[in-house]
């Protein structure tokens, strides 16, 4: 099949999928998601997001009791229904099943929802080009929630100016993208804001952080301003399915283009830091 969906113990195609009107993450967006890369029917990273996904539990004190183990199960077997080599497998667990009302329900249980398709790789040779908005999400953007209307309005707003994404800032101080992290190359240190609450410390970002530093390339996660990433020597946008994308405009400005030999090169380092994981996960 093209695409699977799962849901509290039954699987079907996805467009056949029913939830109740009455879990709460319809109607109240009360709940935590994650997004994992799937390859030749095998995760990449998967205990990273996985353990993402209890931290964002434990804020949100939804009490999800399914184990590690059998929650991979499932994971799996959703992979394996579907017939493309290259998926992008989505997961949420919202807090039950009840009547609304804003506190939470006594003795109802969390609600599992799995999907996968078919999503290739973003082309890293292709430039992209990225608009600014400001940021108006909430305070916790390092807890991964549903409730992502700022997000969808943001990135809707640069498809319709023909770009790829939108670059957050504060006041002018960037913070990351609407469903992505920004990563600036600059005077041959990689540059990244701090993974506090301002930021979803994306696993992408974190694998970039750490070859850079195995390569002895300085890194500065520090926040940044959007007039040092007008004058940045490159920037990329880093996510599940975005490996280090160029940037070359923003706001109609060029951008980025002083560096790309060390672009290319870390580029190249996490696609070769993928592949080795992807193939000893097969073993």
């Not at 974190?206 to 300085?218: D, E, K, S, T």
Request: hydrophobic fraction near 40%.
């Amino acid at each position: 099949m093209d695409a699977v969906g799962y849901y509290n113990g039954e699987f079907a195609p996805l467009a056949e999928l029913k939830i109740p009107a009455l879990d709460r993450g319809v109607y109240f967006g009360d709940g935590v998601y994650e997004a994992v890369r799937v390859d030749q029917h095998r995760f990449f990273a998967l205990d990273e997001h996985l353990d993402r996904l209890q931290n964002s539990l434990a804020f949100l004190r939804i009490p999800f009791s399914m184990s590690r183990e059998t929650l991979k199960a499932v994971l799996q077997e959703v992979a394996d229904r579907v017939d493309s080599a290259h998926q992008q497998l989505y997961f949420q667990v919202t807090r039950a099943t009840a009547a609304r009302t804003h506190s939470f329900p006594e003795g109802a249980e969390p609600n599992l929802l799995v999907f996968s398709r078919e999503v290739p790789f973003a082309d890293v040779n292709e430039p992209r080009k990225v608009i600014v908005l400001p940021d108006i999400r909430w305070k916790y953007c390092n807890i991964k929630t549903l409730n992502l209307i700022p997000a969808v309005l943001a990135a809707q707003t640069a498809k319709e100016r023909g770009c790829c994404e939108a670059v957050f800032h504060r006041d002018g101080v960037v913070t990351e993208c609407s469903s992505s992290n920004l990563l600036m190359l600059k005077g041959g240190a990689l540059h990244t804001a701090p993974a506090d609450e301002h930021i979803l410390p994306g696993v992408t970002r974190g694998h970039f952080l750490m070859l850079a530093r195995q390569m002895n390339i300085p890194v500065v996660e520090r926040a940044f301003t959007l007039e040092q990433a007008y004058g940045a020597d490159e920037l990329m946008i880093t996510s599940t399915s975005a490996r280090g994308l160029p940037v070359r405009e923003m706001e109609g400005r060029a951008v980025g283009g002083g560096d790309s030999a060390l672009l290319k090169k870390l580029q190249a380092a996490y696609q070769s830091y993928a592949d080795d994981r992807m193939a000893s996960a097969g073993e």
